[in-house]
């Protein structure tokens, strides 16, 4: 039995019928997360440091490669792989977690657009653990509404001028692999956009401030700033006017890994909550034994497992090869972050005055679930998404 | 470069038992591990052949369920493993185990280097790296904390010392045994666990060895292990307050009225 099902009691006696390979996936990450990121997740989160050792063994033990094509390096996997290295980090730390899980974000469009030799030239490294990847879409005055960019992309011979500012980019500064979304065509609104590749060190490629956060603060959220920025035209990702489509594309294949990322934060809060719940003694007994408390534990692991449920079932649908997935995929992020943040408030509550102090991990994994519920599309554009697609299937239904 | 690295498989101590009526481990329900002196060993083993070429090879004594241990070690990038397992091998003491792991490094004929952990977490001896080498005709440094220099003939090493270390230029073929200082272990590569699950592990008994019975096991092995306990923790304590002068005649006196400390003799 691997060692890692004696540490989460969460998944004793739950088949998730996973193949002997995902099971070595999981414990190797369930290993560098115990050994490696809970030690230092603390001290990383107090800090605002960015992971970097923790990278390095991530890419020598090849967890980036998981979901990268063998023809690059990697081993092969999709959707869930990723999202079980994701969950399994994040039991230990959501922030650390997310050099892995951001990186992935970043990865995803190249994977799906890259040409042969933006895959060789990319893919290999990030696999390996070398290269980082970051994803730069939002701006100061565009979040949800992708449409209103207004960074440029102008094509000057064989380059392209990129001109604008990218906000909140997780691995800012730290990726050398940027994805990035610009205007190609003002006049075509949405499909005027296109993606690039920028990579960090390019003349005219800076980053501005680092944001002081409420969670994940172990990950660098910079912005990216571009002035006059010169990429070769061989740096556009897909065709001209696809950006728009690769953006959503990416989230389609991303937001199980949100999922993910908030599953293992909720996991990991559960997991000390319970363990507390047996060792704190008040009136004479241990305070799992009231019923106020074993409720709460009761209600956290079954959300908890009905969000692993639909967080594995969106990634294996995707890796299914099925194409309309991003009712599943938002639906996935949308339920598990929500659990996420229940979750991690009410571990905090077992906890109590204790909780709210930093001497105990659940305070941070609180702050650290907040995020799961803005980021790549707030919890509002997902339910926006799942209507959207059940009331078209509907439509489609009745004709 | 050939490197044989040595390794033991051992229960994790961190929740290990002792049987008070048979003064054995139990083992039941304890997850083996390879002893983690031995992943240094293997680690810095790793780290030789990374810079220097070569291969490496980890060998183990034990029954076959070592195998695991075995593997283990391939998916950190050891090129090969060998078991020497037999029925004839069982109950061996050092003296036995280090006659048989000796002898299944000649029969690799050309190693350069042989690396262990200082001492094996359960035995706690320290004495089956230098019987290797007495059993090879080879020299050996024990305690190493750092390999300074590598060439084609000889190596210099750190050796630890209780108060800082000594530095020494073995040649090959020669046998090391490591602290922990020396390195920090890395973790497995997925590909390397892959590669690890698909592994053959060779397995070599006394047929495979040019070796003599009577040197082997229980049958080799003068040691007989009488009884394991776990002593009684110290009890009682007394702290002394006040002058000096006072505290130590106090002392004194409590030391000679337990029969620790000799009278006065009349003279003085």
Redesign the interface.
Known sequence: MP?FRNTYIMEENVNYFLTE?QE??KE?AA??AK??IEPVAAEYDENETFPWDIVK?MG????Y??FIPEAYGG?GGGVLEMCIVTEELSKACGGIALAYAACGLGTIPIIQFGNEEQKQKYLTKIAAGEWLAAFGLTEADSGSDVSAIKMRADLDGNEYVLNGTKTWISNGGEAHVNVVFAVTDPSRGARGVSAFIVEKGTPGFTFGKKENKLGIRANSTRELIFQDCRIPKENLLGKDGQGFLIAMRTFDESRPGVAAQALGIATGAFEKATAYSRERFQRGQPISAFQGVQFMLADMATQIEAARALTYQAAKSIDSGMKQVSKISAMAKLFASDVAMKVTVDAVQIFGGYGYTKEYPVEKMMRDAKITQIYEGTNQIQREIIALNVIKESARGTK | MKIVVCIKQVPDTTNVRINPETNTLIREGVESIINPFDMYALEEAIRLKEKHGGEVIVMSMGPPQVESSLKDAIALGADQAILLTDRAFAGADTLATSYTLAAGINALNDADLVIMGKQAIDGDTGQVGPGVAENLGVPHITDIRKIEEVTDNYMVCERLLEEGYVRLKVKFPAVITVVKEINEPRLPSLKGKMKAKSATILQWTTKDLDIDVDRLGLTGSPTQVVRIFTPPKPEGGKVYKGETRDMVSELLSDLQANGVAIKKSKGN
Do not use: N
Not at chain 1, 60 to 63: A, K, M, N, P
């Open positions: 060692s390979e070595m996936i190797l290993k560098i050994e490696k063994v020598q033990s090849d967890l490669g998981v081993l």
